[in-house]
């Protein structure tokens, strides 16, 4: 038997309540990976701005810790996307 699209959606059984609470949950991802992106603009780094100054030390301008994990989460949860 050949599976067509409405078979397939039959099967799965997948309800409007099931979209809207996938959809609700993309919007919190999208959320939190924003307030992420806030942090890295208020240090003025962004994602991929050096963290270390041109002798090779840590920049000491700049929050590190907040910086390294604003930039782990957004790796993180992009990749759950």
Do not use: F, W
């Amino acid at each position: 038997m050949k599976m067509t699209e409405e078979n397939s959606l039959e099967r799965l059984n997948v309800t409007m309540e099931d979209v809207n609470a996938l959809i609700k949950k993309k919007e919190e991802i999208e959320e939190q990976i924003k307030a992420y992106y806030d942090v890295l603009e208020d240090q003025g780094v962004g994602v991929e701005g050096p963290l270390v100054d041109a002798e090779g030390y840590p920049r000491a301008d700049v929050n590190l810790y907040q910086i390294r994990t604003a930039r782990h989460n957004i790796s993180c949860k992009g990749l759950l996307g």
